[in-house]
């Protein structure tokens, strides 16, 4: 079991930056990769990053790419988003989500932390 709980969110202005975090606990030994997802209202969820957890390899969605970045700090079982040049398109709920391995797709979910960008 891996139970993830996101913080960070906020309200911020367009053009602004927001760093999300993700503490993970639990089975964190068992984790392979963890990753950011969005959804916004009425949209289905999106994938925003991911990156492994043993080598820190990131990916981020096209549509972030420059603006995201994803990263983990393994000794505090955590992984950030820092989010800059925010866009009112940006808003939406933010996971964080962790893959074990165990099965297809990722495995755990966090509850969310809500992110909104003002025009």
């Known amino acids: 079991q891996v139970q993830l709980v996101e913080s960070g969110g906020g309200l911020v202005q367009a053009g602004g930056s927001l760093r999300l975090s993700c503490a993970a606990s639990?089975?964190?030994?068992?984790?392979?990769?963890m990753g950011w997802f969005r959804q916004a209202p009425g949209k289905e969820r999106e994938f925003v990053a991911a990156?492994?957890?043993?080598?820190?390899?990131?990916s981020h969605a096209s549509s972030v790419k420059g603006r995201f970045t994803i990263s983990r700090e393994k000794a505090k079982n955590a992984v950030y988003l820092q989010m800059n040049s925010l866009k009112p398109e940006d808003t939406a709920v933010y996971y964080c989500?962790?893959?074990?391995?165990?099965?297809?797709?990722?495995?755990?979910w966090g509850q969310g932390t809500q992110v909104t960008v003002s025009s």
């Open positions: 989500a962790s893959d074990s391995g165990a099965r297809k797709g990722y495995d755990y």
């Open positions: 639990g089975r964190t030994f068992s984790l392979s990769r």
């Open positions: 990156i492994t957890w043993s080598g820190g390899i990131a």
